[in-house]
Structure formats: C-alpha cells, structure tokens
C-alpha cells in the first residue's frame, strides 16, 4: 500500500524557517518524481514544487521561487521541502503528492505564519 | 485566481447525471492529459480520473472524464449522497513548468 506522511509544520514567525518531510512507503520511491502541493484555509489547491527521481529536474512556482528548497533522499524515502522567509499567505495545509500523475497524496501538514 | 476555470458549484438529485467543466488553454489542457479529485472536508485530495479519462483501481464507473480542446468534462451518473464533495480538474501547463489546477467546484446533492 502506498503510504505518504508528512511531518515538520507548525507555528511559525513571518520571515521564520520551517523544514517539511514526507516518508514514503509501499512503492520504489526512487522510481517516481515528487511534488509538494499546499492548500490554504477554505481554498483550493495549489502545487509549489517538482523534483524529478533521481533530482536531476525541479520545477517551482513563481510565489515561492527563491525561498523554497524541494530535496530528497532516495536511500531514506524521504522528500523534504525547505521553506525559508516565510510570509503570512504560506499558511496552508502541505501536501506530498507521487509522481508525474500526482495520483498519491499524503495526509497533510498545517504550517501557519503568523506573529 | 486559478489558471484552469471550474464553476464553483454544481448540484443535482440522487440518481441524476452532472458535469463538471474545465476550462483551460493551448499551454495546458490543449496539450496534456487532464487529472481530476475528490476531496472531502478534512481529507486530502483523491485521484478520481487521470489521462483525461482512465479511472484507478477502485473508482466506480459511475465517474468519467473527457476531453476536447482547451476544455475537460466530468461525469457522474448515478448520483449518490457520498459523491457531496469538493471536485478539482488538473494538469501539467508547459509555459509554466508546473501543475496547475482548477478552482474546486462543490458539489451538493440535493
């Protein structure tokens, strides 16, 4: 069974550093490219960040270009999202999200900005 | 504002067909395969439809997806109270290098 978890959100300051994880299981995690998707309260869906399987290729979204860091560790299954300058409109749920078919996702995890 | 457009709400009576659309452009739906979710409150997304009209293991075959264009369509017949939900159209967008996604439409069965 594919399995996506999320960890690392929280409260944190406007201009504070937050570092997200997503541990995966069930699949050959080092096959597939991943992506980070977030939501902000009440709204809709909105994708952040692509890294390919072996990270040769990532892909940003313009808001958050030059602040976010998308890695991963295929020997650790892990895919992290390093968020720095944190602004109020990056509150959101996070997601991880399998794939160039975006087919699994994960459970989410809050991060709110705010002083 | 969403790049691929979606009514914000759709409705319908048990047992009833409904669409939901999805309008995008030549740099997205035009040129790739079209995803669409569903997404209860709470919960994350859940791949209902993918490359335009294949659905996964598990879906009923009471949803289906079409394409044509700039524009995606999903289909649900046979309308059921646990089909309530938020519904969203998604797609690779080459001017972008990113997935962009639809607004969400709720769906309310009456």
């Known amino acids: 069974e594919v399995q996506l978890v999320e960890s690392g959100g929280g409260l944190v300051q406007p201009g504070g550093s937050l570092r997200l994880s997503c541990a995966a299981s069930?699949?050959?995690?080092?096959?597939?490219?991943m992506n980070w998707v977030r939501q902000a309260p009440g709204k809709g869906l909105e994708w952040i960040s692509y890294i390919s399987d072996s990270s040769t290729t990532i892909y940003y979204t313009d808001s958050v270009k030059g602040r976010f860091t998308i890695s991963r560790d295929n020997a650790k299954n892990s895919l992290y999202l390093q968020m720095n300058s944190l602004r109020a409109e990056d509150t959101a749920v996070y997601y991880c999200?399998?794939?160039?078919?975006?087919?699994?996702w994960g459970q989410g995890t809050l991060v709110t900005v705010s002083s | 504002q969403s790049v691929l457009t979606q009514p914000p709400s759709a409705s319908g009576t048990p047992g009833q067909r409904v669409t939901i659309s999805c309008s995008g452009s030549s740099s997205n739906i035009e040129t790739n395969t079209v995803n669409w979710y569903h997404q209860l409150p709470g919960t994350p997304p859940k791949l209902l439809i993918y490359s335009n009209n294949e659905r996964p293991s598990g879906v009923p075959d009471r949803f289906s997806g079409s394409k044509s264009g700039t524009s995606a369509s999903l289909a649900i017949s046979g309308l059921q109270s646990e089909d309530e939900a938020d519904y969203y159209c998604a797609a690779w967008d080459d001017s972008l290098n990113g997935w962009v996604f639809g607004g969400g439409t709720k769906l309310t069965v009456l």
């Open positions: 999200a399998r794939g160039g078919t975006v087919d699994y």
């Open positions: 069930g699949f050959t995690f080092s096959s597939y490219g």
